[in-house]
Structures are given as structure tokens and as C-alpha cells.
Nanobody, 122 residues
Framework: QVQLVESGGGLVQAGGSLRLSCAAS????????MGWFRQAPGKEREFVAASWWIGDITYYADSVKGRFTISRDNAKKTVYLEMNSLKPEDTAVYYCAAGPRLSMRTSEYGYWGQGTQVTVSS
């Protein structure tokens, strides 16, 4: 079992920055893939970024490339999402997820946090 708790969401103006954190507990953290997804009202949950346990292997959605950075601290069992140059269309609930393989698919992740709201005002 893996328990995930996100934090760091909030309200920010367009062009601003936020850093989300996801603290994990439970089974071995360093041998799983960690992903960030988001879901806006009325839309499906979509992939944002993911990191394999070797931190240099990362995936990003095209919509966030160059603006968002995923990183992880295996010793602290924490994954981060640094979000810069935020846009109103980034507004969503952001979820942290853990799974056995690096993927952009929500179905590959078996463990999810409760989500944290990010609101970007124009």
C-alpha cells in the first residue's frame, strides 16, 4: 500500500508560480513511478508529468513542457511539481499518483492522493 498526500495548491495570478508536494508513505517509494495529473471542472483527468525512480527519466504533457518540472526526493519519499508561467487554463485539481511503471495513462497508477486545488486568475 502507498498513501499519498498532496499540498501546495492555491490561488495565483497568471504568470506566477506554485510548487506542489506529494508525500508518500507505505511500501518502497524509490521503486515506483510517480505521476501528476489534473482535472478541470467538466473535463477528464489528464496527465501532467511523471518520474521514474531514477530521477532523470521524466515525461511531460506537451501543454506544460518548459513550464513545469517534476522532481523527487526518494529519501524524503516526496515528489514535487514546480509550476512556472502559470496560465488560467492550468486551473484544476492536481492529483499525485503512484504506479509500477512510468506511464501517461491514469489506468497505470493504482494509488492516488486526494488532490489539491490550483486556481490561476487572469
Amino acid at each position: 500500500q502507498v498513501q499519498l498526500v498532496e499540498s501546495g495548491g492555491g490561488l495565483v495570478q497568471a504568470g506566477g508560480s506554485l510548487r506542489l508536494s506529494c508525500a508518500a508513505s507505505g511500501r518502497t517509494f524509490s521503486s515506483v513511478a510517480m505521476g501528476w495529473f489534473r482535472q478541470a471542472p467538466g473535463k477528464e483527468r489528464e496527465f501532467v508529468a511523471a518520474s521514474w525512480w531514477i530521477g532523470d527519466i521524466t515525461y511531460y504533457a506537451d501543454s506544460v513542457k518548459g513550464r513545469f518540472t517534476i522532481s523527487r526526493d526518494n529519501a524524503k519519499k516526496t515528489v514535487y511539481l514546480e509550476m512556472n508561467s502559470l496560465k488560467p487554463e492550468d486551473t484544476a485539481v492536481y492529483y499525485c499518483a503512484a504506479g509500477p511503471r512510468l506511464s501517461m495513462r491514469t489506468s497505470e497508477y493504482g494509488y492516488w492522493g486526494q488532490g489539491t486545488q490550483v486556481t490561476v486568475s487572469s
